[in-house]
Each structure stands twice: as structure tokens, then as C-alpha cells.
């Protein structure tokens, strides 16, 4: 079986590097930062931290030496989801093509290239620490599901699910994935932006109650966009706001999205609250808070 | 009539230097050294104007003389400061101008004393280049209005003063109008520009795409003239207007709560904000944008320390 991870940035990696751990499985990566690739090929791709793994893999910045694959993970941050995809698709013309982004639009974008393609939502974190090496600072769950206009046939997304799950990525395929996907969108979009626009982490954004309140609002729009779609959250964003908000949890945790705005990079704001405000557009559900919050964060992306 | 201002940032400088031209000045500093400078090297302007104006200026307002005319041209956090600093029953004689940003100065300054208060609204702006230094921008005018008992004629001597000084200025019979206008402008324009870094420029005004920033911009707007209305207040200018004008005069203004936010400074946000958002709370209105941008306004200061 060969899977092909697209995007091998700090989450793309742990898929690589641990899937290449396992002999019926040969791992390709695709990335564009030809340093990380090089490094790769020359000493394999080293975890280290909550797992610590060598995987032996092929790297390529080049799509056209990607051999047709069975599987594909996308792993880019949802800005390059488009060009990623459309680069890779003619590797994935036979085969099912699973994503592992943050937001949402990601498997539209997949879509649109792309004929099997599956949902999916994964917990674990890393970090880049050098070419070729990345802290893996959180293992977690990965939940894997067709993704309804242009589904892959349960039977493959049951194969990614059990390589990954066998791989040391536990992972779980099921009919629906999007209760999982878009609690995490409402966490995400409920607490990065605000963490970006006020410099204050998790846990300080939470203990001010006037702030707490504003991110209640975005949860409640956030859950009212889910349920107009009949999609049912597998858990309360608000608990597991409240929960990463404890000192022994995440008190101290920046936001990404916080990260990016203090190196002034590009954020997901587009396919967080942007994709809440579109999906809830459609379904005709107000979402003047997370409009609001997407507008000051292009703002800000806009200053740079 | 002598005059005192109070405060020698741009706006300060600008009122003190013009009326210079046409009065006895006394400034009032916070720090001693910019005193000196002035009492050195006068106080020059450029830009629209290009002239240096001779100033008595104290960091200690036990050191100043009688005066009739007051202007408290501090921002919105020196208030306080600057009324305490008047009061305690020196200078009976005076009377008190406040041309702060936002709602309250004229509370703040009236527990201090039982002077004649008139409120101000400006619309000028300049850029301080040194203590000594002015650069005048914008000669849009500056509104004055009497505040509770203060006599209408009273109002407008002061106006015609600063127009003899070669400002440009109004005397209006009730300043809630204008007020509440450059209110809902400064809380918006202000607000938004301190969270996203952008100066006040033509993103401001873009409502094309469904992420553009004008349409937060209109919705902030929409719900300060609903609170507005509520108040029962009938705005001189709509703010939205005011926004799309200003967004077109070329060089992008740096709002001032954006400045304070960069250098990490208190800003104006209570009386900006925080002020609209309890008018809105007073009169029974949802403002969930405008609360929202007060909120993290706060919580941006608060990431300071």
C-alpha cells in the first residue's frame, strides 16, 4: 500500500514518520520546503518527544515523482490546500485521498480534484524543530469518515483508519465525521482569534469573564451553524474550552493562530470563522460575531 | 482673556500656540523638562501654519498665574490628573473646556470644580515632531458647546477666540450632536484600527468581499446610531459618512488608541467604548459588535502585564 503524505508539516509528519514504521506500507511525502525533503531523504524523519521514531520515507518537492498511490493525507495548512492537491491529484487518480487540516472547505477544495475523498479531524500536535526533525508534543485521536458529495467507499477509509491505528495514530472510521471536525472548528474558531487579537493565552482569554462571554458567542453561533446541517458535535466546545483553560491543561498555551500573528504569517482565519460565516450563509444562520471577528484578523493579516 | 492648556500634545500645542497669537498662554506640562523647552524655545507650528508663538508654560500648577480660559487637551486617561491638578479653588475666575474623545470629561472635570464647563469636540489634527514642535494636518474645526448652565454667549466668545487665534471653530447651541457623532467614529475607527494594526485607511471602507473589513466597520456604525437614536440623540454627521471621507484624504491617520495599543500604553478605550457600550446597556439597545471590540480592546491591554 502506498500512502502519500501531502504537506509535511509538523501533523503530516507524525502520520509519515509513523506510518513508515510499518512493512506493508510505503510512505511518500510531498513538501515544498526543500531543506525539510533533503533531510529526509538523507536521515529519515525524526519524532521525538511524546513518541520518538525514525521513519524512512521518500520525500519530493517535485509531484511528478510520485508514484500512483492508494491513499493520500493531506496535512497543509488550509491556505495551500488548492495548489497542494492540484499538484498531487494525478498520483491519487486510483486511489482515496483523506484530509487532517484544521477548518473547513478543505475537502471541497480536495473535491474538486480529487474523486474519493475522506473527511477527517486529528488531535496529536508537533512542532517543526529542524529539517527533518519534529516535536511531537501531543499524541490524540483521528476520526476518519466519508466526506458526502464525493465519498470514498467505507471499506478504504476502514484501511487508512486501521494502518494509521497500527501505526501508533489511533484512528477511527466512522459514517459521520463531522460531529468531531467541527467541534474542533468551534473550538478553534472560538479561541485562536481571540488569542491572536489580544496576545492573552488560553488561559487568560478564559478567566476574564467579559472575554469568556465573547467566546460563548462565537461557540453559539458556531453550534447553531452544525445544527442547521444536522450535524451533532461528539462533545461541548464550551467543556473542553473550560477544560483546556486549567493550569494542568493548557493555561499557558499561545494559540496558533497567536503564533502566526506575532511572526506575522498568514492564518486559517478563512476556513475557521470565514468558513463558519459561509456554511452558516447558506443554511441561513446569523453569524455577526464570527463575521466580525474574521474581518479583524484579515485586518490584521492586512497590517503586516 | 489668558488662557491655560492643559495637556502639550498635538492637539494642546495647536490650541496653544494659535492662541498665542491673540492672548496670553499658559501651559501646563506633566513633565518639567518639556516646560522649559517651551519657555526656551517658544513653540513653533507648521504645516498648514508656519510660526512659533511665545508660551508661560509650568509643570506645577501651583506656578501659574490667574487665567480665564481653561483647555484640558490631555487624552481621555489624564483627565483625572489634570482636573485635580486645577482644582482645590484656585482659579475661580476660569472657565473649563474639555475636547476629549469620547463621553464624561466634563464629569470628570466638574468633581474638581464648579467652574463654567464647555464641551469640545475637535476635529483638527497634527502630528508632534518635538516638545517645541507642531506640524498642523487637519484644520477641520473644533465645536464647542455649553455644558449644563454655562451661558450660550460664553460659548461663543471662546469660539470667536480661537478663530482670532486661526483655528477654525464653531459655538453650538447643543454639542450632543457632534458629540455623539465622532463618539460612534471614535469607537469604531479607533477600536478597529487598534485590534488590527491597520491606520485608519481604505480598508475602512471596503465592503466588496464577504471578509471586508467595511462591513465590520458598517455594523459598528448601524448599532452606535442605533444607541444613538435610543439615547435620544439626533447625530450631526453620520459616522459612516465621516468614515468613507476620511478614508479618502490620501494619508492613512494613525488612530490614537492604535498608538497607544503599539507602544503598549493605556488607551482610551473607557471612555470611547466602554462609554457607548453603557449607553447602550443604559437604553436597553444590543450592541454585541461594539461590545465585542470593547472587550477585546480591554483584554489587549490587559496583555500587557
Redesign the interface.
Given at each position: 500500500v502506498k500512502v502519500c503524505v501531502v504537506g509535511c508539516g509538523a501533523v503530516g509528519s507524525l502520520f509519515a514518520a509513523n506510518l513508515a514504521q510499518l512493512d506493508d506500507i510505503e510512505v511518500w511525502a510531498y513538501d515544498l520546503a526543500q531543506e525539510h525533503v533533503d533531510a529526509i531523504n538523507r536521515d529519515g524523519l525524526r519524532l521525538s518527544g511524546a513518541g520518538d521514531v525514525v521513519g524512512r520515507l521518500r520525500a519530493t518537492s517535485d509531484a511528478a515523482q510520485l508514484p500512483p498511490c492508494d491513499f493520500g493525507i493531506v496535512a497543509t495548512k488550509a491556505m495551500h490546500t488548492s495548489g497542494a492537491i492540484a499538484a498531487t491529484a494525478p498520483a491519487f487518480s486510483d486511489g482515496c485521498v483523506a484530509t487532517v487540516q484544521n477548518g473547513l472547505g478543505n475537502e471541497e477544495a480536495i473535491a474538486e480534484h480529487v474523486g474519493r475523498v475522506i473527511r477527517g479531524t486529528t488531535f496529536p500536535a508537533g512542532k517543526i524543530v529542524a529539517p527533518g526533525h519534529v516535536q511531537w508534543d501531543v499524541k490524540g485521536d483521528t476520526t476518519l469518515g466519508p466526506f458526502e458529495p464525493k465519498p470514498a467507499p467505507p471499506a478504504e477509509i476502514e484501511r487508512l483508519a486501521d494502518a494509521c491505528t497500527r501505526a501508533g495514530m489511533p484512528t477511527a472510521a466512522v459514517a459521520d465525521a463531522r460531529g468531531p471536525q467541527w467541534r474542533k472548528v468551534i473550538f478553534n474558531a472560538s479561541t485562536n482569534p481571540?488569542g491572536a487579537?489580544?496576545?492573552?493565552t488560553h488561559g487568560?482569554?478564559c478567566e476574564?469573564p467579559?472575554?469568556r462571554?465573547?467566546v460563548s458567542?462565537l461557540v453559539e453561533e458556531g453550534k447553531a451553524v452544525a445544527t442547521a446541517q444536522g450535524i451533532e458535535l461528539d462533545a461541548d466546545p464550551e467543556e473542553l474550552i473550560d477544560h483546556a483553560a486549567r493550569p494542568d491543561v493548557a493555561y499557558d498555551h499561545k494559540a496558533s493562530m497567536l503564533q502566526d500573528a506575532e511572526a506575522r504569517r498568514a492564518t486559517e482565519i478563512?476556513y475557521l470563522n470565514?468558513g463558519l460565516?459561509?456554511f452558516g450563509?447558506e443554511h441561513g444562520v446569523p453569524t455577526?460575531?464570527n463575521?466580525?471577528?474574521?474581518?479583524?484578523v484579515?485586518?490584521?493579516e492586512?497590517?503586516? | 482673556m489668558r488662557a491655560c492648556i492643559v495637556g502639550a500634545g498635538s492637539i494642546g500645542s495647536l490650541f496653544a500656540a494659535h492662541l498665542a497669537t491673540v492672548t496670553d498662554v499658559l501651559v501646563l506640562t506633566r513633565r518639567d523638562e518639556h516646560a522649559r523647552a517651551l519657555n526656551e524655545k517658544g513653540l513653533r507650528v507648521s504645516g498648514r501654519h508656519d510660526f512659533t508663538a511665545r508660551v508661560t508654560a509650568a509643570s506645577d500648577a501651583r506656578d501659574l498665574p490667574d487665567f480665564e480660559l481653561g483647555i484640558v487637551a490631555t487624552k481621555a486617561t489624564g483627565v483625572e490628573a489634570a482636573a485635580e491638578a486645577l482644582g482645590g479653588g484656585r482659579f475661580p475666575g476660569a472657565t473649563i473646556i474639555t475636547v476629549q474623545n469620547g463621553l464624561g470629561a466634563e464629569e470628570i472635570v466638574r468633581a474638581h470644580g464648579d467652574w463654567p464647563l464647555v464641551s469640545g469636540v475637535t476635529f483638527m489634527s497634527g502630528t508632534k515632531h518635538s516638545d517645541t514642535h507642531v506640524e498642523y494636518i487637519l484644520d477641520t474645526p473644533t465645536w464647542l458647546g455649553p455644558y449644563g448652565e454655562t451661558p450660550f454667549a460664553r460659548v461663543q466668545e471662546i469660539a470667536q477666540l480661537l478663530v482670532d487665534g486661526g483655528l477654525k471653530a464653531e459655538a453650538l447651541p447643543d454639542l450632543l450632536p457632534a458629540q455623539w457623532s465622532k463618539l460612534i467614529f471614535n469607537a469604531t475607527v479607533n477600536g478597529v484600527a487598534a485590534l488590527t494594526g491597520l491606520p485608519h485607511d481604505e480598508h475602512f471602507a471596503k465592503e466588496s468581499e464577504l471578509g471586508d473589513l467595511g462591513h465590520l466597520v458598517h455594523g459598528l456604525v448601524d448599532e452606535g446610531k442605533r444607541v444613538a437614536a435610543a439615547a435620544g440623540v439626533e447625530l450631526h454627521d453620520d459616522p459612516w459618512e465621516m468614515n468613507v471621507l476620511a478614508t479618502k484624504r490620501g494619508s492613512a491617520h494613525y488612530p490614537s488608541m492604535l498608538e497607544d495599543v503599539e507602544a503598549r500604553r493605556p488607551t482610551e478605550v473607557e471612555l470611547i467604548n466602554g462609554a457607548l457600550v453603557r449607553e447602550a446597556e443604559r437604553h436597553g439597545v444590543e450592541a454585541p459588535l461594539q461590545t465585542a471590540v470593547y472587550r477585546l480592546v480591554k483584554a489587549r491591554e490587559a496583555s500587557y502585564s
Open positions: 481571540i487579537l489580544t496576545g492573552l487568560r482569554v476574564d467579559a472575554l462571554a465573547l458567542g478563512d470565514g460565516v459561509r450563509d455577526p460575531l463575521r466580525a471577528i474574521w474581518a479583524l484579515k485586518g490584521l492586512r497590517s503586516w | -
